[in-house]
Nanobody, 126 residues
Framework: QVQLVESGGGLVHAGGSLRLSCAASGLTFNSYTMGWFRQAPAKEREFVAGINWGGGSAYYPDSVKGRFTISRDNAKNTLYLQMNSLKPEDTAVYYC???????????????????WGKGTLVTVSS
């Protein structure tokens, strides 16, 4: 069965950095648009970053643009999220997501996600 397993979360001070990883199995990884979402307490799950099949195009919302970088290694079936200049408002559970539809831009719609990981908690202290 399909498994997406996130790792790399933790506690960091504001201004610090973290790198999240998502190890994928049970799917043809290079045929999925991959993304990261996050959900803070009492808030809706929101899109953070997405990357197209080949890794040549990535999409970010304004809230993280310039601070977060998504990448993928199709040979290792692994997705990454490098997070720099972290802010307390970045505190959330971060989820890896797989969307079987092709996206030239790398954008992933919440409603289009086929598979989710269980999440990894990122806490940014002020």
């Amino acid at each position: 069965q399909v498994q997406l397993v996130e790792s790399g979360g933790g506690l960091v001070h504001a201004g610090g950095s973290l790198r999240l990883s998502c190890a994928a199995s049970g799917l043809t990884f290079n045929s999925y648009t991959m993304g990261w979402f996050r959900q803070a307490p009492a808030k809706e799950r929101e899109f953070v970053a997405g990357i197209n099949w080949g890794g040549g195009s990535a999409y970010y919302p304004d809230s993280v643009k310039g601070r977060f970088t998504i990448s993928r290694d199709n040979a290792k079936n692994t997705l990454y999220l490098q997070m720099n200049s972290l802010k307390p408002e970045d505190t959330a559970v971060y989820y890896c997501a797989a969307d079987s539809r092709y996206s030239s831009s790398g954008y992933v719609r919440l409603s289009g996600v086929n598979y989710w990981g269980k999440g990894t908690l990122v806490t940014v202290s002020s």
